[in-house]
């Protein structure tokens, strides 16, 4: 691995248990001032665009600033698609020599307690074992993991790029900005970065309104159900 | 009541004209109980009516200010509101509340049914 590689990183983010994916990896593109340099694409995705101030906006983005890129989705990736998807990244990576891929997700909770959030790192190699250690992170130690999630580990084991899982607790079934932003704050000291998560907390109850579609989409993606009767997207 | 099969129905959930807004549920069985969850952001405990009755459970709630949808402004939201079947096997004379984070939980004991067996 030489020096140029090791030194880029992919964050990936898409909606997931308590949409922490989404929000997270949205406030770092936002952060860092992250300029768009590509989509991706699927025929077996539902067909979606999203317009922002007028521009056209694919709802699987790829950003980039300096060192760092982030993919973004906007739509749930569904079970059928996941592998091709994730391997369709692993390939983006090999191509332009990222060395690390850490990937923010949420996990069931029992607690209902949001002050007892935390985030725990799971990684599949040597390198972000020796971060965790520096930067004091808990390791994921047992539990489950299924979806997309799971074939996220799995091919980008296969492909031997490493990736750190990192896991907050979080309400699975309902947006959760709150725990976002411990995600948020973990995830910055990985990669050596400085947050303000005051907008974000100023937010969470507007943005817990705003992604009730998304989530009820994720849930029912998760679930492997059938597209339910909606109004069209191009009504909403 | 409309035949699904027929006459294909469209689930708009939010209600702009009485600026009502559909609040995500969920409901989770447990081997005692059933716990159902309503993600109420932007609502004061005050503020939150629950009702049931024979097969059904209601939550109305105003909102602490009024919600307006982030691209379209002219879209403006006051309220939550959201009815569901209730299961069941539910003791209705046992349901209890509580409010905490933003999220109203109603749990819901099983009713313990059949006649009891002596063991030999």
Redesign the interface.
């Known amino acids: 691995m030489t020096a140029k590689k090791q030194n880029k990183i992919l964050l990936l983010g898409f909606p997931g248990n308590g949409l922490i994916g989404t929000f997270t990896i949205s406030y770092l593109i936002s952060h860092l001032q992250m300029r768009l340099v590509g989509d991706i694409s699927h025929p077996d995705l539902p067909p979606t665009v999203f317009v922002e101030n007028g521009e056209i906006l694919s709802p699987i983005r790829i950003y980039r600033k300096d060192n760092i890129y982030a993919i973004i989705s906007d739509v749930p990736i569904f079970p059928e698609v996941a592998v091709e998807f994730v391997s369709s990244v692993a390939q983006f990576c090999k191509k332009n020599q990222i060395g690390k891929v850490i990937v923010p997700s949420g996990v069931d909770t029992q607690s209902?307690?949001?002050k007892d959030a935390k985030t725990y790192g799971l990684a599949t190699h040597q390198s972000f074992e020796k971060i965790m250690y520096d930067k004091e992170l808990p390791k994921f130690l047992a539990g489950s993991i299924i979806g997309t999630d799971a074939t996220v580990i799995t091919v980008f084991r296969n492909y031997g790029i490493p990736l750190l899982m990192l896991y907050t607790s979080c309400?699975p079934?309902?947006?959760d900005p709150?725990a976002a932003i411990f995600a948020i704050t973990s995830l910055a000291k990985v990669i050596n970065i400085t947050v303000d998560t005051k907008d974000i907390q100023k937010r969470?109850?507007?943005l817990?309104?705003?992604h009730?579609?998304l989530?009820?989409e994720t849930l029912d993606a998760l679930q492997e159900k059938p597209a339910?009767?909606?109004?069209p997207p191009i009504y909403r | 009541m409309m035949d699904?099969e027929f006459y294909?129905?469209?689930?708009?959930?939010d209600d702009l004209e009485q600026k009502i807004?559909?609040?995500?549920s969920?409901i989770r069985e447990h081997e005692s109980k059933w716990v159902l969850?309503f993600?109420l952001?932007?609502v004061d405990k005050k503020d939150i009516a629950v009702f049931v009755d024979s097969d059904a459970i209601t939550i109305e709630a105003k909102l602490r200010e009024t919600?307006c949808d982030?691209h379209r402004k002219s879209y403006q939201y006051e309220y939550f509101k959201k009815s569901l079947s209730l299961p069941k096997n539910a003791d209705y004379n046992k349901i209890t509340a509580k409010f905490?984070?933003?999220?109203l939980?109603i749990t819901l004991p099983k009713i313990t049914q059949g006649k009891k067996i002596k063991l030999d």
């Not at chain 2, 294909?8 to 959930?13: E, I, L, Y």
């Not at chain 2, 807004?21 to 995500?24: F, G, R």
């Open positions: 209902t307690n949001s309400h079934f309902f947006p709150q969470v109850d507007y817990r309104i705003q009730r579609n989530m009820q339910p009767s909606k109004v | 699904s294909p129905v469209f689930w708009f959930g807004l559909a609040p995500l969920c969850e993600d952001p932007l919600y982030e905490l984070d933003s999220r939980t």
